[in-house]
Structure formats: structure tokens, C-alpha cells
């Protein structure tokens, strides 16, 4: 299939020569014009940071609700997302009923100074004192999907024949959120009604998602123009990187932000348990993206965009509570 999501080994890329690093750089650059999703091996994260994050996460999410209640918020909060929160297939204009999972929410939190923006993108976290060591866990994994996604963001620089710092720049006091996603057994969840969705069928918003994920029967799919919905491919080492609607506009639509969905637990695998940790990074609340032209970017009128006023209303599109 033309547009499947490749799995790319990005130890060239860190430790390779000139040759190499190019060669990893025009790869990413493909496969993000192509399908804008794929698989990075060798990014250097330990398993051990996942599983910690995962374990302890899982912990919490298994605790009566009584309890996580009083950690729970609303999209862009810090703290526990219940059931009914969130439709992401809004986002993109599809209705749907709300989508069956509960996140846990986590992110940037370094104050500007400014009163309003930091209420918003730079709340504090907090972390159940039921379970101490998600806070731990939680801490060292997001200093690590930070450095990545700068990573990949250098990547990505060079990718399009640009300094390695041509995103980078706009990430010293980035917006980023973690939701660690509980993906409940159908005996919580009940059976989905109709057109109902782990997450609903959408495009993430930001620049990067770094994924990690759980393999199952209602599992990640991506939508692909020659054939539809299908299923991403699984490597147990790899992340699952895509572009965000912010990215995509930067490049000037020379990358896709591509749909995907999380199907709902599936009628013969009814006891499927699945935990996701889905990274969101983004730039500079205050960056001003302007989309890029020719020989770069397609055609485009794109005015500029402020990241926090762009990133806001696909946010609120998506609350339903």
C-alpha cells in the first residue's frame, strides 16, 4: 500500500554520518508528505520509562471512581478526564457519542508570569496521592518525550532543507500535554452504541504526537486514500509519531494531518484492557506560524496564526463538558 506507515530506525540519524543523517531526514520527509504518521525505532526512551508510566497509571485508573473524582476536570485541565468529557470526532465536524476511554492529563507547567496564559497552558499538575509514584514516573517520562519531540522537530528542520533549529526555536517555553488513556473492558464501558469511538475520528492539533501504545483488536487505525480505515502497524519498540494540524499548516501543507481513530472494544476481544500514552507537543504559546511558500510548502493563502489561538479553538471544539 502506497500510503502505509513505515518504520523508520533513527539511530542513524543521532550517530551516523552526514550521508546517513540525510537519508533518515528524507525518509521522515516522504513518509510525513505521504501518510504524515510513522514508527521511530531507536529513539533511545527505555521500555522500562513506559512500563513505569503504564503500571502506575493503570493503578489509578483502577480505583473507585469515588476516589478519582476528586481529581476530576474538563479538556485542558490537569487531573482525571471521566467518562463523557471528550468527542475528538468533533473536531474534524463528525457527531459523535462520547468517546469511551478516561485520560489522565498532565503538561507544561513553568509559569510565564501572565495570569491568563498561565491558567490555561501552563497549569499546575497534579497527581494522586493514592498512587505516588505515577507524579515520579510521570516526571522523568515527560523530560523525555520532551527532549524527543525537540528531537524530531530538528529532524524535521532538516527535513524540509531548513536550519535544524528552524522549529526548535519556537519550543523554549513550549505548550505539551500528556493524556495517559484508559481504554476500559466493554463489562465497564457497556456495549458502544452506534458511531461511538475509543477516540472518534480526528487530527491532532499541535506540531508532533509521540505515542506509545498498546497492541489490540480496538486499536489505533489511520485513514489512508487508497483504501480507507487501516489498521497502524505495531513495533513493541517503537513510537508512533504523527503531524499535528499546527505542523502541517507551518510546512505549508507539504505535510499531512492525517485522521485517525481508536476503534471501541470489539465484540471478540470484549475484555481488552489497553493504556496509551499520547504526548502532544506544540510550540511558544505566543509563536506566530507562518505557512510556508513555494519551492517549500504548496500553494497557500494561509494567514499567520498565533499557536495558542489556533490550538484553543480545535481544543474547545472537542469538550463536551
Not at 40 to 62: E, K, L, Q
Not at 63 to 77: H, N, R
Not at 196 to 206: L, V
Amino acid at each position: 500500500m502506497a500510503d502505509a506507515v513505515p518504520i523508520i530506525d533513527l539511530e542513524p540519524w543521532f550517530y551516523g554520518e552526514e550521508d546517513d543523517r540525510a537519508r533518515v531526514a528524507a525518509q521522515v520527509d516522504e513518509a510525513l508528505q505521504r501518510v504524515g504518521f510513522l514508527l521511530v525505532t531507536g529513539h533511545g526512551v527505555p521500555r522500562s520509562a513506559r512500563n513505569d508510566v503504564r503500571a502506575a497509571a493503570r493503578r489509578f485508573f483502577h480505583l473507585p471512581s469515588s476516589v478519582k473524582e476528586q481529581y476530576a476536570v474538563t479538556v485542558a485541565g490537569r487531573g482525571w478526564l471521566p467518562p463523557g468529557v471528550e468527542a475528538n470526532g468533533y473536531a474534524e465536524g463528525t457527531e459523535t457519542p462520547p468517546d469511551l476511554k478516561e485520560s489522565y492529563s498532565v503538561g507544561a507547567d513553568r509559569p510565564t508570569g501572565d495570569a491568563a496564559i498561565d491558567a490555561y497552558w501552563f497549569q499546575p499538575n497534579v497527581y494522586p496521592i493514592e498512587v505516588p509514584e505515577l507524579e515520579t514516573t510521570v516526571v522523568d517520562y515527560l523530560a523525555r518525550m520532551r527532549s524527543l519531540a525537540d528531537d524530531l522537530l530538528r529532524l524535521c528542520g532538516v527535513a524540509l532543507g531548513l536550519a535544524d533549529d528552524f522549529f526548535t526555536r519556537h519550543t523554549g517555553h513550549s505548550t505539551h500535554t500528556m493524556n495517559i488513556n484508559w481504554y476500559p473492558p466493554m463489562d465497564v464501558v457497556g456495549t458502544p452504541q452506534d458511531n461511538q469511538f475509543r477516540i472518534g475520528p480526528h487530527t491532532d492539533f499541535g506540531t508532533v504526537t509521540i505515542l506509545d501504545r498498546e497492541p489490540g483488536k480496538g486499536g489505533l487505525q489511520v485513514w489512508t486514500e487508497s483504501g480507507g480505515w487501516a489498521d497502524a502497524p505495531f513495533h513493541p519498540d517503537a513510537f508512533t509519531v504523527n503531524t499535528g494540524d499546527l505542523l502541517a499548516r507551518w510546512s505549508g501543507d507539504r505535510w499531512r494531518s492525517n485522521r485517525h481513530r481508536v476503534l471501541p472494544p470489539q465484540a471478540d476481544a470484549p475484555d481488552e484492557d489497553l493504556v496509551s500514552l499520547v504526548y502532544f507537543y506544540e510550540a511558544d504559546h505566543d509563536t506566530v506560524v507562518h505557512a510556508l511558500r513555494p519551492p517549500i510548502g504548496r500553494a497557500n493563502d494561509y494567514p499567520p496564526v498565533v499557536s495558542a489561538d489556533f490550538l484553543r479553538e480545535r481544543l474547545d471544539a472537542i469538550t463536551m463538558s
